[in-house]
């Protein structure tokens, strides 16, 4: 009994990894459509300024987009993809840089600062709100003080 | 004097935000170095515009090699035209130190022969295919771009926008090695 | 003649304007208040000097006078009038002119508006909006002049950019200029009174319109940009990121946190530093903006050739933000304040995050947008920075923001117990939790889409609590009907309640945003006479028509729409081919809806007689535009507004002294 249900088991994983792998060969045109769509967003058209491959009409972009779909269909994995475009073009292609060396800066400085700034003021306040305020005293001027408060009032006085 | 710490941040800060700027003048925003310079240069086989011979990158090694991209709707292509044709019979026909090769990208053969012909181009040109495979395998982003392929077949220098005469002389000098090119 | 005539009157606006930088200073140190007067007069002669000049280019624009350069780089005989108008700003040198024109104007409305109430500031701010003036004067007489003439006159002109041909276009240069210009009133007057020496709140009490006016302007010289860029550029999308976008989008952001920021000194005396160096930033975010777009430091969309005015700016900007912070500094003692907000549950803490988050997006913006310069300096290569880095980073920001709007308007000034917030929230987040419960129904599934509708129908829930709320205690108090109470609750607390509507403004924007996390796009290539499904829609391509319309010859493909076998629509993308330029422009055809909008780019029409076609169903975007009539009649409320001030007049009037 045993045996039987270890090998239909078998069976059926083997089954199931088929249907699997054979799933991932005959990816639709739809599937592929959609992934070319992923992968163009990522790169930049080298023609234009701030758009994407995927979002424009010139001529190397459409090239651009065509390679992509026939290494898909060859079945590059999305990172050789990038890696042959940025083999060619450098990492200017990349609409954002990798997350990696200069490129990891980039990415964790704005939440790092913010952190950062939002803690130092948190900090601040509490220590502020902790320590027992003095009364404030009524500010009483000193001599310079006095003697600008007369300036001033002659000023006033004379229509300044 | 001003003693505060954060004064002098925030000093240091502007500094460094106009040096950055200051600096941003020193280069060209629309320059892109390339990543293929000191690498060997993707190899391709093309034939001949207009019938004929097909030729093969690889098989010319040994020779160093000015290989340009232009296209028959590219203005500033047509300048660079004359200068090419005439490093072609001056360092290509006569002493065989160099092969100058054209590549037109996104173009028809038509129209591409008749740009060859209006602005006198007899040197080897052939056409990228539709797939644009070439030009994508030497991250083309505009024409004309210009390639200096050495004896050994790594791209030794690469020029966006038309080439100038003193420009062809240096890089045919620098891949010919001792030996002088004639002016 | 009139050109030359137009130049001279330049010329001697910059002498004058350089007579505004030093007599009020004098007048003051020598007790001379009539050397503060010519000042101010020479305001108005800088203000008739520069608008001579103006007038001079206007009209040689409109007679065609190609003799001037920049007429001949910016139009053309056939071009159309409101164009020809709208091309005094389309290039450098016009839109220096422009700048200073509206500057000029303001000055002199300031200069004679506060003579009174801001009699010990005024000088100096006189002076420093001189020294703006002869900055931008000194440019236009030097390397950037708009009347320059040149010899042989030509026949035509190059022309106007087609893609600068559409209205949005045409009012989106003006709108952001006069939200630049316009911060440059309270940043004078802050500067005015770390120079006079005087700390008080009068330069934030004074300026609070000046305030309202640019956020205004800034905002809907923005979002025309954006409904010219989704019209016009053909890409499908409003915001790209390009440096010329995040120029204009930094300093609305600080000047976005500056206009909140401003209501805590005003009401609790606290935060003094904070908005000095807000204006003092937002000033200068102004300029970087202009020397970004116009320098060619940066790839853009912009991007003109390098000119001599880049340094310029440059050390124009380092020399104000030195001089500016040097001030704050020696002034640092009488600014800061002994408050602070008193614990962390309060609506002042919701104002330090409200800054905190917004200064936090402005540093991401500056920081993405610099970044390749920076990359490029350390390791001599170049990288890119587009909308993956911008959006990731700043989406959760905005989030956070939007939910801040609703916490805030329910929080109570300085202290607020945890149970009072959890009692009061309860039915906001219900409507959150209902609004969520609907999206998902009606097949919303992207997270990030979700979070908008939540938070978004919180905080406009809240926002409808508070407003009904005050309403019902007026009506039971009062009597009346309820419109009449209604109405006499906003009238009574303008300033909350504009600011409440805008606020409203802001969540509908959030709305229309939210879409682009499910839109879909699809390609196809369409037969004449073969109907092809797609988003639940059935498109039928009848062919393409061939006319000419104004200088360029447009291909326009017919569609027909069509759900569920009923006909809805006649749609004509189209491309346009103009002699001049010779890639053609896109000319989308959209379909608007509440729920989305239906947009269509013709990709390429194919030797077969097939047309390419890429579409776009972009969900909620006409939300995101009734936000505009939100933030006008909000920012007319908060106008009414006028906050009681202890100037000059109300003390004369206590010690029962003559008017002066």
Redesign the interface.
């Known amino acids: 009994m045993r045996r039987t249900t270890a090998g239909l088991i078998a069976i059926l994983a083997c089954v199931a990894a088929a249907l699997a792998a054979g799933s991932a060969w005959a990816m639709s045109e739809q599937e592929l ?1 959609q992934r070319v ?1 992923e992968i163009s ?2 790169l ?1 058209c ?2 234009c ?4 491959v ?4 010139a ?2 972009s459409r ?2 987009r ?2 992509v779909r ?1 290494m898909l269909r060859e079945g590059k994995t999305e990172e050789e993809i990038r890696a042959y ?13 990798k997350k990696e060396g ?2 990891l800066l ?2 964790s ?3 790092a ?2 952190v950062l ?2 803690g130092l ?2 900090w ?2 509490r220590r ?2 902790q320590k027992p ?1 003095p009364e ?1 005293t009524p500010a009483t001027p000193d001599d310079a003080g006095k003697a600008r408060i007369e300036r001033d009032l002659r ?1 006033f006085e004379r ?2 | 004097m001003i003693r505060s710490w954060k004064f002098w941040l925030v000093l240091a800060g502007i500094a460094v935000v106009v040096g950055l700027f200051a600096y941003g003048f020193t280069v060209d925003p629309k320059l892109v170095q390339s990543p293929l310079i000191g690498k060997p240069a993707p190899d391709f086989t093309v034939t001949r515009l207009g019938g004929g011979e097909t030729l093969h990158l690889a098989e010319l090694r040994g020779t160093p090699v000015i290989l340009n991209f232009w296209a028959s709707w590219c203005v500033a292509c047509r300048d660079e035209a004359a200068l090419l044709e005439k490093a072609h019979r001056r360092y290509g026909l006569e002493s065989g130190d160099v092969r100058v090769i054209g590549i037109a990208i996104q173009d028809r053969p038509e129209a591409a022969r008749a740009f060859a012909e209006r602005y006198g181009k007899t040197y080897f040109l052939a056409l990228d295919g539709e797939a644009g495979d070439i030009a994508l395998n030497y991250g083309l982003y505009g024409v004309p771009e210009t390639f200096f392929i050495d004896r050994d077949g790594v791209i030794h220098h690469k020029q966006v926008g038309p080439v100038t005469w003193e420009g062809l002389v240096t890089q045919v000098n620098a891949m010919a090695g001792q030996q002088q090119a004639k002016r | 003649m009139t050109n030359h005539i137009g130049y001279i009157c330049l010329t001697a606006a910059l002498a004058v304007s350089l007579y505004g930088v030093v007599a009020p200073h004098l007048g003051v140190t020598r007790n001379n208040w009539n050397l503060v007067r010519s000042a101010q007069f020479a305001t108005i002669l800088n203000l008739g000097f520069v608008f001579a000049a103006s007038v001079a280019l206007m009209r040689a624009f409109l007679t065609d006078d190609f003799s001037v350069s920049f007429v001949f780089q910016n139009s053309s005989v056939d071009l159309p009038v409101m164009y020809k108008i709208a091309a005094f700003w389309g290039g450098m040198d016009g839109s220096l002119l422009f700048w200073e024109l509206v500057l000029a104007l303001l000055s002199a409305v300031v200069a004679y508006r506060y003579q009174r109430s801001n009699r010990e500031v005024i000088p100096y701010v006189i002076v420093t909006l001189s020294i703006i003036h002869v900055f931008l004067l000194g440019l236009l007489v030097t390397y950037s002049n708009p009347l320059a003439t040149q010899y042989p006159i030509p026949d035509n002109g190059r022309g106007l950019n087609p893609l600068l041909q559409h209205p949005a276009m045409a009012a989106h240069p003006p709108m952001l200029y006069l939200g630049y210009i316009a911060f440059s009133i309270p940043f004078a007057f802050a500067m005015g009174s770390l120079l006079r020496g005087k700390l008080d709140n009068e330069w934030v009490v004074t300026t609070r319109r000046w305030t309202l006016f640019a956020w205004f302007f800034l905002t809907v010289g923005q979002m025309l940009g954006g409904q010219w860029a989704y019209e016009e550029l053909g890409w499908g999308g409003y915001w790209a990121w390009d440096p010329v976008e995040n120029a204009a989008f930094m300093p609305w952001l600080t000047g976005t946190a500056f206009l909140h920021s401003v209501m805590l000194q005003e009401k609790r005396n606290m935060m003094k530093v904070w908005n000095m160096t807000l204006i003092i930033v937002t000033f200068g975010l102004s300029i970087l903006g202009t020397f970004i777009v116009r320098s060619g430091v940066l790839n853009s969309v912009h991007a003109f050739a390098q000119s001599e005015i880049g340094p310029a700016f440059l050390i124009f900007i380092a020399i104000v933000l030195v001089l500016a912070f040097t001030l704050m500094f020696r002034r640092i003692k009488l600014l800061e304040s002994r408050h602070t907000a008193d614990t962390l549950l309060s609506k002042e803490s919701t104002f330090l995050l409200n800054n905190l988050l917004f200064i936090g997006i402005a540093f991401t913006v500056f920081l993405g947008t610099v970044f390749p310069l920076v990359a490029e300096a350390v390791r001599g290569t170049k990288l890119s920075v587009q909308a993956p880095f911008f959006n990731t980073i700043i989406a959760p920001l905005g989030i956070g923001l939007l939910g801040l709007v609703g916490v805030c308007t329910l929080i109570a000034w300085r202290h607020s117990s945890a149970s009072y917030l959890i009692r009061n929230f309860r039915w906001p987040v219900a409507a959150a939790a209902v609004v969520l419960a609907a999206a998902a129904l009606l097949g919303v599934r992207h997270g990030g889409a979700l979070t908008v509708f939540a938070v978004g129908s919180f905080t406009a829930a809240v926002l409808f609590m508070d407003f009904g709320r005050a309403v019902a205690v007026r009506h039971r108090q009062g009597g009346g009907s309820w419109p009449s109470s209604a109405f006499q609750t906003v009238m009574r607390n303008q300033q909350r309640y504009g600011g409440m509507v805008i606020h409203l403004g802001v969540v509908f924007v959030f709305f229309g945003l939210s879409g682009n996390y499910f839109r879909s796009e699809h390609n196809l290539t369409l037969l004449p006479g073969k109907p092809v499904e797609v988003a639940g829609y059935q498109l039928l391509y009848k062919g393409m028509k061939v006319y000419p319309e104004g200088n360029a010859t447009l291909h326009a493909a017919e569609l027909e729409l069509y759900r569920d076998g009923e006909f809805l629509d006649t749609l004509h993308p189209a491309r346009s081919f103009y002699p001049t330029t010779p890639e053609p422009l896109t000319e989308v055809a959209i379909r608007r809806t509440l729920a989305h909008d239906f947009y269509i780019a013709l990709a390429s029409e194919n030797e077969d007689g097939s047309a390419t076609l890429r579409i776009l169903v972009n969900p909620l975007v006409i939300w995101a535009w009734f936000g505009f009539p939100l933030f006008t009649a909000g920012i007319a409320l908060a106008m009414l507004y006028k906050p009681r001030t202890l100037g000059a007049p109300a003390v004369e009037k206590r010690l029962g002294l003559a008017g002066s």
Request: charged share 25%.
């Open positions: 459509d769509l967003d990522q930049r080298p023609t300024q701030a758009i994407s995927k979002d424009s009409e001529a190397f090239q651009i065509d390679k026939s475009f940025v083999s060619s073009y450098g990492e200017w292609i990349l609409r954002a840089p200069v490129g980039l990415w400085l704005p939440f600062a913010i700034a939002g003021i948190a601040r306040l502020a709100t305020r404030p000023r229509g300044f």
